[in-house]
Each structure stands twice: as C-alpha cells, then as structure tokens.
C-alpha cells in the first residue's frame, strides 16, 4: 500500500469516527452533563446561601442528568456571561445553554446554535427609580439606558423608540452584573432586559423597594436550552426532555404522586409516558423510564416554575403564558406516542 494511500485512509477513518461522534455519547463517558448557565439570576439560576446551586434553569438542567443517568447530581454548571455563551457552547465548553437567551431568527440560523424548546414566555421592559416619577416607557423620552452587550435589548430598544419617535442614549456594560451594578450607582435612567429577568436581578439593588417595572412589554422573548445544531439526536433528547416536564403537568404527574399512578394506572397515554406499555425511551438514547426518573426527581413544569419564579418563591410571578394549554397558557407538549 502507498503512503498517499495509507494518508487517505487515516483520514477517512479520523472523518468517520468524528461523524459517528456525539455529544450522547460524549456526556456518558464523561458521567456528567455539562450545562452553560446565566451569572447570578435568583429565581433562575443562582447560589444559595448555603453555597447550593438553584432555580429554574439549573433545574432544568437537572431533567436532562435526571434522564441519562438517573441522577440529578450528574450535572455540571458553568456560569457564563451572555457575550462569551453562544462561542463557550460551540467549541464545546458546555453541552448545553440553559441561559437567559432569546430564540430569533439570527441566533438559530447560520452560527451553529439550534433552539430546542421555549421553557420560559417573557418579554422586554424598562426599571426605573419610583422616585422619578416616571410611569411609562413614553416618559423616557431622551432618557439613557442601560443594557448589557450580546442580548437582544439593544435592538429592540432601537426599534421601540424609533417607532414611537423617542431619542435615547443606549450604555452597554460586558455582563448582566455591570449592567445592574451601574443602574444602581445612577450611570443611567432606567435599566432594559427580560422582565424575569429584571424582576429577579433586582432583588440585588441596594433598595429594591425604590424601584419599578414599567407597564409596558416591548418584545416577545421566548426563552430555552440552546445546544449545537451539529447533532440532531442530541438536540432530540433535549428537546423531549424539555416536553416530558410539561407532558407531566398535563397529565396530573407530580413529584408526589408519580409513584402510586405508575403503580396504578391504566390511562395509556398515562403508561406510554412512564414506559410502562411502550419503550420510547431508546429511541432517543434513554432508558424505558427516563420520563419518570425526571417527574420523580424534578417534577413536571408546574412545580419547577412555582419552587423558583412563582407562588412558593421571592419572585412570586403569575404564570400568565407559562401556564398549561389548558389552564390558557402557552405550554403545551406534543403526544408521546
């Protein structure tokens, strides 16, 4: 055999094993899942005072461990700030983005990232100091704001004030914490993000008390796990991992419960979903019971959402268009069947 014939084989068999590669795989050899998560964001992913890692995200990263492994503990979460996120998750730092981050045309076309599921509806809006006297966003009028680099906010500041013939000035900080930091010292008139977002950053205010959300919602923010758009199968399990939690909801599963009705129940779609009847787990790489492990050990939509943003949190948000389809929200799960 020649050496140009032995150079073209090497190669042909680095390219076919980098082809059969994927990130499954990856994540089970490593025994962990490695998840990108938003710098201290109370209510979605933050440390506790016990030096414990919490909220909505962080949660939702525990589904996917929960799924693989079995085990909510076999998760890594590395705090990333939003202009380094999208480049930490495509050179493989982490293999996926449970962040803050806002599903648009530009980010899910041509730069390598795919949007799994909307996990969160949110929208952008405006704080401001009450003492102002400042109640709507019109009243901003010639105001300077401040937003942090690599989000959406600018844009749709640009858009929002253009179109109502407000002028502005924009002050962009390298993080989410500058941001909040220089809106608290008064470097700028009121402060621009997601109102979740704003709604948890702020409890960090020297006086949250002094300060309000406007009225007003100036965009749609659908928000949820980003992961490479090179590997489908990945994008799948995290994507279905996303609708068992909403799945579990629909169908009164709880963390509780779960449990007794799998024990009992003779609803199909009920036995479908725990694996009881149909195997759809190894389709996606999981096990049978992989949708129950996740009930069991991090709940279904609802009780993620209340322990971290809603009624039995600091945040106390209404669920408004993150409730149920049938409770006239916007979370809804396809069939599992």
Known sequence: MSTRTLVISAV?????????????????????????????????AFTDAQGKQRGFDIDLCRAIGAAIFGDITKVETKVVEPRDA???????????????????FSR????????????????????????????????????????????????????????HKLTYKIVTFNGTDPTRLAYDEGRCDAWTNDRGSLASRGQGL?????????????????????????????????????FATIQAEELGLTSDNVDQVMASTTDPETKRFLGVSDDLGPKIGLPKDWAYKVVKQVGNYGEIFDRN??????LGLSRGQNAIWKNGGLMVSPPFR
């Open 108 to 163: 899910d076309n041509g730069v390598g990232l795919e949007f799994t599921q909307t996990m969160f509806y949110d929208g952008q809006g405006f704080m401001v100091r009450k003492a102002a006297g400042v109640k709507s966003a019109a009243d901003l009028n010639g105001a300077t704001i401040c937003a942090a680099q690599g989000t959406t906010t600018e844009l749709n500041v640009a858009d929002y004030f253009r179109q």
């Open 12 to 44: 042909l068999t680095i390219l076919a094993a980098g082809a059969h590669a994927s990130t499954l795989d990856d994540v089970k050899q490593r025994g962990v899942v490695r998840c990108g998560t938003s710098p201290n964001n109370p209510g979605f």
């Open 309 to 314: 943003l809603g009624a039995n949190s600091p």
């Open 206 to 242: 020297r006086n949250p008390a002094e300060h309000m959300i406007l009225p007003e919602t100036i965009s749609k923010e659908t928000v949820g796990p980003i992961v490479r758009d090179s590997d489908t199968k990945w994008a799948h399990l995290v994507r279905w991992v996303m």
């Open 86 to 104: 999208f480049t930490v998750l495509t050179t493989g730092g982490v293999d996926v983005l449970s962040h803050r981050f806002t599903w648009s």
